[in-house]
């Protein structure tokens, strides 16, 4: 089963880009941002000891922004959801990371790590302005729907719904009796 963790600066300098076959050189400008701001540059996929899908990122001008430079899913195991999964767990990061967006720049037609496929990004929550380049992904409004839901949840308590229990009113099939 194909696991999530972070991406570290050694790994990625020893990953092949799987379109073009070359690797980042050491010293990598946006490889020392991100090491010395975040202690890591991503997160990565993992199916066994294999490394199946990447997602670096570097932090981005303005501050709080972080962007995409490789993102990448071995074509075997290419629409699986594994490249959704790590766009998720990128922005979980970046919003540990106290950051409000997350950009990319889309590509069309030949593939290339540095740019996604412009329909992925949309497919996973990226927008673009008119006349931009960059495809954004606002944090800020992914964590406002969530709050927002805990609003309506509190707002249902305040009323006396208290919202589904369990069968029989236990939590588990070990429920204490005295």
């Not at 990953?15 to 400008?29: H, K």
């Not at 020392?32 to 570097?58: D, F, I, N, Y």
């Not at 766009?87 to 997350?102: D, F, G, P, T, Y």
Request: glycine fraction near 12%; charge should be positive.
């Amino acid at each position: 089963m194909p696991r999530l963790s972070p991406l570290t600066v050694p790994e990625v300098l020893a990953l092949p880009c799987p379109y073009c076959g070359r690797r980042l050189p050491e010293g990598t400008a946006w490889l020392t941002r991100a090491a010395e701001q975040w202690q890591r540059c991503g997160v990565k996929v993992m199916s066994g000891e294999t490394v199946v899908g990447v997602l670096a990122m570097a932090p981005g001008h303005p501050d709080g922004v972080a962007q995409i430079k490789m993102l990448w899913v071995r074509a075997e195991d290419s629409h699986t959801g594994l490249g959704r999964q790590l766009v998720q767990a990128a922005a979980a990061e970046a919003v540990r990371l106290r950051l409000s967006q997350i950009v990319a720049v889309g590509g069309r037609g030949q593939r290339s790590c540095a740019t996604p496929p412009e329909a992925f990004l949309k497919a996973n929550g990226f927008a673009q302005a008119p006349g931009e380049s960059l495809w954004r992904l606002d944090l800020g409004q992914s964590v406002l729907e969530r709050s927002g839901l805990g609003r309506f949840s509190r707002f249902l308590r305040a009323w006396g719904h208290a919202g589904p229990e369990p069968a029989g009113g236990a939590v588990s099939g070990r429920a204490v009796r005295g």
